[in-house]
């Protein structure tokens, strides 16, 4: 399932549900089909996700881990590459005023 996050001041993300949720659940949002941040929230959800990206950050896994058939291991995607466009986003729409938002979008919760 997509999950759309709409800026009043930036342009759209697309996520898969399985990335978005981490996320949303960093910051505290309940994985509902629809939902905010305001101006207030912004900057303070920017610095949190920041941080657990600190947090989530782990050594690179060697090149020549492969699994238990003997195929090379497929790279994992790191928190900090789904999380910068969700930061960008947050730090640029709270500095739009006091009527900036960014709202969420999904068929269904997740």
């Not at 629809?34 to 941080?51: D, I, K, N, V």
């Not at 950050?57 to 928190?79: F, I, L």
């Amino acid at each position: 399932m997509l999950v759309r996050f709409l800026s009043s001041e930036t342009g759209e993300i697309l996520m898969f549900a399985e990335a978005a949720r981490p996320l949303l659940q960093a910051l505290g949002k309940a994985t509902t089909a629809r939902g905010t941040f305001t101006q207030a929230e912004m900057a303070s959800a920017a610095q949190t996700l920041r941080e657990a990206v600190k947090q989530a950050e782990a050594p690179p896994p060697d090149e020549d881990e492969r699994d238990e058939t003997g195929k090379k291991k497929e790279p994992v995607v790191a928190m900090s590459q789904r999380a910068w466009p969700m930061i960008d986003m947050l730090e640029r729409t709270s500095k739009g005023g006091p009527k900036a938002n960014i709202v969420w979008e999904a068929s269904a919760d997740f």
